[in-house]
């Protein structure tokens, strides 16, 4: 009996051992189906995303091409005429070089007085101020002068010694006529006439050196005596100092006059240009608060010094000055004219290069009705013409006028596909 349950027990541990690895082995199976499964969607999915990613870039791409053709634009010739668009081949021609610098206007120095007294005195009258235009020979100031006084009172002395001599000369004449006086008197008369005459000639050249002509000598000689300050040459003032009650002299400049008709560029020369300038010619000057005034100068110095710094030489260029536009301290930009003896380049109108994204471009003529805008290389720039240097081959037909409408036209086609492309 009891051998006979000991054998049942066994069977239930066998079964129930079998069940056990039977539920592990469904789980197992079931894990790895899910784990399959899960990976074969994520290779879906991946697979999935990569097309559509492939698509995407695709459609992306076929987008920037389509921008790419923006550059070109078509008119019918009736729209061209409208609108002042011209073609013409490109064509080559000489070329007139240009240096261009910069510089600073001031006042031309061999124009310029700095008005001063001969002779100290003290300022009773002031006759002009900043910014007249004075002529030369004007008064500009009066003086009250001690040493004026002095050469006045030493003027008339002379003068009263002179006809004296002259009275006493004739007067010995007539007694020498009569045989009453000696030969040898008249010399000695005549020898003091001379001196006398020599002695006013002499006060009246100090009285002019001070600034008292020959004119103002012959007014009333008990006035009192006032020292004009003149001005040597006509011009404006550009700088005054005189002040009534203020003791002057000849250190001191009472007034600065000048002549701003006609006025100095200072520019710099690069020592690599030096071979190209010379003494005599022809320069453009312009200003920035005028820039439609165009001025004809002419280089009248060169300097014989290089400035070690800066590797350049100081020019000095001579302009008519019309309005007095030109204002000493000014900034000016000069173009310096070469001679026109290099080979023909292929140039064209400054008009017809237009700036897009950066490049300067020329609307080429594909057809009657198509301009392509074609980014070009420019070099120099000389008399409204501008050289190739690439991007454009001699006899293609370019639009000559209305580069600017057929700019238009292109940013106007390139905002129209923008705005569809973002709808």
Do not use: C
């Not at 009453?180 to 008249?186: C, M, V, W, Y």
């Not at 920035?288 to 070690?308: H, M, S």
């Amino acid at each position: 009996m009891k051998k006979k349950a000991i054998i049942i027990g066994l069977i239930l541990a066998v079964a129930l051992g079998g069940g056990i690895y039977y539920l592990t082995s469904q789980s197992k199976s079931g894990v790895a189906e899910h784990a399959e499964d899960k990976e074969a969607g994520h290779k879906d999915e991946k697979a999935g995303a990569h097309e559509e990613g492939k698509d995407g870039h695709k459609e992306e791409k076929e987008g920037h091409e389509g921008h790419d053709e923006a550059g070109s634009v078509k008119m019918t010739a009736e729209v061209q005429k409208q609108n002042g668009v011209a073609v013409a081949p490109a064509k080559k021609q000489r070329m007139a070089g240009v240096i261009s610098v910069t510089g600073k206007v001031e006042a031309n120095a061999d124009k310029i007085a700095h008005v001063s007294p001969r002779i100290s005195g003290k300022t009773v009258s002031v006759k002009a101020s900043l910014g007249d235009s004075v002529s030369a020979g004007q008064t500009l100031a009066i003086l009250d002068s001690v040493e004026l006084g002095e050469a006045l009172g030493r003027y008339h002395q002379s003068k009263t010694k002179l006809a004296l001599a002259q009275s006493n000369m004739d007067r010995i004449k007539s007694l020498v006529d009569k045989k009453i006086a000696a030969r040898k008197d008249i010399l000695l008369a005549e020898t003091d006439f001379k001196t006398a005459q020599t002695e006013l000639h002499t006060d009246e050249e100090r009285l002019s050196l001070y600034g008292v002509s020959a004119s103002d000598l012959k007014g009333d000689s008990h006035k009192r005596p006032l020292l004009p300050v003149k001005s040597p040459i006509s011009g404006t003032i550009t700088e005054k100092h005189a002040i009534v009650g203020e003791l002057s002299d000849p250190s001191k400049s009472l007034y600065t006059v000048a002549d701003l008709s006609n006025i100095w560029v200072l520019v710099d020369i690069n020592e690599k240009d030096l071979a190209k300038v010379r003494r005599g010619q022809t320069a453009i000057v312009s200003i920035g608060a005028f820039p439609d005034l165009k001025l004809k100068g002419r280089i009248t110095y060169i300097a014989d010094l290089v400035d070690e710094a800066t590797r350049t030489v100081k020019a000095r260029i001579e302009v008519s000055n019309p309005g007095r536009k030109l204002k000493p301290e000014m900034f000016a930009t000069v173009e310096l004219a070469l001679a026109a003896d290099a080979p023909p380049v292929l140039a064209v109108p400054e008009d017809a290069l237009q700036d897009m994204d950066g490049k300067k471009v020329v609307f080429v003529a594909e057809n009657e009705t198509e301009f392509a805008a074609r980014p070009v290389q420019a070099g120099r720039t000389a008399a409204g013409m501008v050289e190739i240097v690439s991007g454009l081959k001699e006899g293609e037909n370019y639009a000559i006028k209305g580069s600017f409408i057929l700019k238009s036209e292109v940013k106007k086609g390139e905002m129209t596909d923008e705005h569809g492309h973002g709808k």
